[in-house]
């Protein structure tokens, strides 16, 4: 073969090899497209199953930062945009009692304190985020020890203390909402 000849064949596989590399970038991208596309539908799946894990919430839970309170299913929901972020057990005060019933309705958080005594009753509230007067959402001891067997004076107890810490934290007070019902 000539020179000629050889830097034709040259030039000829050097085409082919770049053809080969081209395809092989095509299908390792497509591949690339296939696996985002799949973790996006992966994802929506859980954020509709996160939604439908709480059936019993109130339609005013489904937007902002919430902490979405049921009385019947003793749970609060703290909630981002309709997404469940953490789930809580509660009680509340007594609701034969009207000056103990906890109160019900979209309320704002205007003040929280990590460490906070009542000044009616002198019991402790940890994490407290009030939302009516002076009913808030609070770690209870009395809650975490006796459990259901008593209530609160009208606040929503928490007893869960590490699981109410990470809410606390998350909190924005004017801006984060409070739905009882």
């Known amino acids: 073969m000539d020179a000629a000849a050889n830097a034709a064949a040259a030039a000829k596989q050097a085409e082919a090899d770049k053809a080969r590399a081209d ?39 489904g937007y902002g930062t919430v902490m ?32 103990r019933r906890t109160r019900e309705g979209n309320f704002l958080v205007f003040r929280k304190e990590a460490e906070w005594t009542s000044n009616l009753y002198g019991s402790d509230m940890p994490y407290a985020m009030f939302f009516s ?21 009208g606040c929503v107890n928490v007893r869960d203390k590490a699981a109410l810490a990470a809410i606390f934290d998350q909190v924005e007070v004017g801006t984060t909402r409070v739905v009882v019902y």
């Open 23 to 61: 395809k092989a970038r095509a299908d390792k991208a497509r591949a690339d497209k296939a696996r985002a596309d799949q973790a996006k539908a992966d994802l929506a799946r859980a954020s509709a199953s996160a939604i439908q894990a709480a059936p019993d919430t109130d339609p005013r839970c």
């Open 68 to 99: 979405c309170v049921s009385k019947s299913a003793r749970k609060l929901w703290f909630m981002k945009d309709g997404q469940i972020i953490r789930t809580v057990d509660v009680r509340f005060g007594l609701e034969s009692d009207p000056e």
């Open 133 to 153: 007067g002076g009913e808030a959402v609070h770690f209870s001891s009395d809650f975490a020890a006796r459990g259901y067997a008593g209530n609160s004076h």
